[in-house]
């Protein structure tokens, strides 16, 4: 029997436990044994197997062992083929219509701030999936707990992402962007010069999300009428707590199962905004976030906005949480033509550049 591709077998278990929101320890023993077998001479790695000695080298553990045996034999994993069998249902026909129109995502996270993995897993996992093109948007400088990249950072991951392109499958491309703070005034946290470089920035509010309510609609609506804002992220700031206890770690700073309410502001006067600036309302496919809830998705959408249906992932098992969004934004009555990443990258960036 042909032998599999042990390394492939790993990543995709560690992708199928990020996307059913499993402990982050479990995602990261199996990744971590694809790296370090990923390093091995192919004939190593089989004489390793055979010889019962995988788990003498760092992160490769008895379960991890037995799969890449398995794979050499030429047979699926056990490990795998119960990921496989287990999966959720299908998504009903219109979520699935919407989930195929999708052609990227415009809100990621690498290790680069609170990601817990490189540039490069994300994109190939984005790959896997069969998306155009990426989004990266990292977070900016006054999210110091996320490790939000200063003006400095940001260039250099500029010049990253275009080394990264150069090497990834042709008709796939990594997107420059930002996820930067709407500050206490409603400006944006990074240098303007450095916004107007980037592909996509999408803006969120991430402090002081117990403000007032006119407060946060001054705030909100300054923000919105910048012209290098096209996302609006989250924008009620909730969290539902709807992801299991104990999932922690990389990948998830900033992201523990806990409540938290929406901030209070007028709906109706930043969904307007949204529309005269034409910035487009994210709709969040966290499952802790679910932002907004689908009574403003409602208004949004009656209200004529664009929408991003993004996954603010930071780990490439979770890019595939778009099919929650895009299960909410079907229940909404949400179409395809109102979804900005339903379009080509082309097309997205004649859009953001055409912000006055």
């Not at 790296?35 to 379960?63: I, Q, Y």
């Not at 990621?108 to 701030?113: A, G, K, N, P, Y």
């Not at 705030?219 to 707590?241: E, Q, Y």
């Not at 909404?332 to 082309?346: F, I, L, Y």
Request: hydrophobic share 40%.
């Amino acid at each position: 029997m042909k032998a599999r591709d042990p390394i492939a077998d790993l990543r995709r278990i560690a992708f199928l436990l990020e996307r059913a929101n499993e402990a982050t320890y479990r995602v990261r023993a199996f990744r971590s044994a694809a790296r370090s077998l990923a390093a091995l001479p192919t004939a190593e790695l089989a004489e390793r197997a055979k010889a019962g000695t995988l788990t003498e080298l760092s992160g490769v553990g008895d379960v991890t062992a037995r799969c890449v045996a398995e794979s050499l034999a030429g047979e699926e994993p056990v490990y795998l083929r119960r990921l496989v069998a287990t999966e959720g249902s299908d998504l009903d026909a219109e979520a699935t219509a919407l989930r195929t129109a999708l052609l990227g995502d415009c809100h990621t996270h690498s290790d680069w701030s609170d990601g817990g993995s490189p540039v490069e897993e994300m994109a190939l996992a984005a790959v896997e999936l069969g998306h155009e093109y990426l989004v990266l948007t990292d977070h900016s400088p006054r999210l110091t707990v996320a490790k939000g990249l200063t003006a400095d950072r940001l260039r250099r991951q500029l010049d990253h992402v275009q080394k990264v392109n150069a090497a990834l499958p042709e008709g796939f491309r990594i997107l420059t962007g930002i996820e930067v703070d709407i500050l206490a005034d409603g400006s944006l946290d990074q240098d303007e010069k450095l916004l107007a470089r980037l592909d996509v920035v999408v803006g969120s509010v991430h402090s002081g999300l117990n403000d007032e309510r006119s407060k946060m609609t001054r705030r909100m609506l300054t923000a919105i009428a910048n012209p290098h804002l096209d996302i609006l992220g989250h924008c009620t700031g909730r969290m539902v707590s709807s992801r299991p206890a104990g999932v922690t770690g990389p990948g998830d700073r900033g992201h523990r199962a806990r409540t938290r309410k929406e901030s209070d502001f007028d709906a109706d006067a930043v969904f307007a905004a949204c529309v005269e600036h034409d910035v487009a309302v994210e709709i969040n496919s966290r499952p802790e976030r679910q932002d907004p809830p689908k009574r403003l998705i409602r208004r949004a959408l009656e209200a004529g906005c664009r929408f991003a249906i993004n996954t603010d992932a930071h780990a490439p098992g979770q890019l595939d949480w778009q099919r929650f969004g895009c299960e909410r934004a079907a229940r909404c009555g949400v179409p395809a033509d109102r979804v900005v990443n339903t379009w080509s990258a082309e097309r997205l960036l004649d859009w953001t550049h055409s912000h006055p």
